[in-house]
């Protein structure tokens, strides 16, 4: 898995930047209580969303928490005086003081299931009745284009998905939280080329494929021998749930 602290300061460069970030705060906004008041951002990264998130609705106070320092302080630059160094696993905030809980890019992440049940454990602790939460789920599945890349990279090892879209809505049901509707984003600036894919596979991107592991070389040479080395592919499409916490 990626060093979060050493992808801090280029995080946002090799992820869509601020296309992708205005894509995932739209889609997320849409998809909030209009009445919501108070939103929690759990792993909200270098803040790049959070601050769309915050900017595109007016009186929203939004708060936002993420574990890697580094990460804390990117997201603390944009937003002063509303980040939280914390475990998602862990949130130190009382019950139900929120209005909105979102975790865009996180249960992906997460290896333990007992985790990723945890973290949504969390998210439904601090969120209001009547409020809502908003995910990622597929996270992975979402970058399986159809594209020569991934015809290569068909055959690398795998690891269930923590965030596939059945296991979080049992995740959220286990909460007495209820399906609330469902939304779809674009991936903005990460159509893989081939030289970037090899560069994501050397840094570690491919969790099941970390740098030193036997069948990463294998791997950068069939992606070095595809055509169209710079061009990028279709970029993926990412895909948000939102579960509601019943009223009362």
Partial sequence: ??????????????????PRAAAA???????????AARLLDVACGTGIVTRRLAAGRPGLRV?????????????AARLPGT???????????PDAVFDAVTS??????????????????ECARVLRPGGVYVTTVDKGASHNVGSDIDVVLASRPHRPASDAEALVEGYA???????????RFP???QGRSPRRAITDLRRGWFVTL????????????????????ERPRPEPEFTLRAFRKPAG
């Fill in 1 to 18: 898995m990626l060093d979060y602290d050493e992808e801090a300061e280029r995080y946002d460069a090799m992820r869509g930047g601020e």
């Fill in 25 to 35: 705060a739209e889609a997320v906004l849409g998809l909030l209580p209009p009445d």
């Fill in 63 to 75: 708060t936002g928490v993420d574990l890697s320092p580094a990460m804390a302080r990117q997201a």
């Fill in 83 to 93: 980040i939280v160094r914390a475990d998602s696993r862990r949130l130190p905030f």
């Fill in 104 to 121: 865009v890019w996180l249960l992906h992440l997460v290896e333990d299931a007992g985790d990723a049940r945890r973290i949504v454990a």
């Fill in 173 to 183: 049901a286990d909460r007495g939280l209820l399906p609330a509707g469902r939304a």
């Fill in 187 to 189: 991936g903005r600036g």
């Fill in 210 to 229: 970390p740098p030193g592991h036997p069948l990463a070389d294998d791997f950068a040479a069939r992606l070095a021998a595809l055509p169209d080395q």
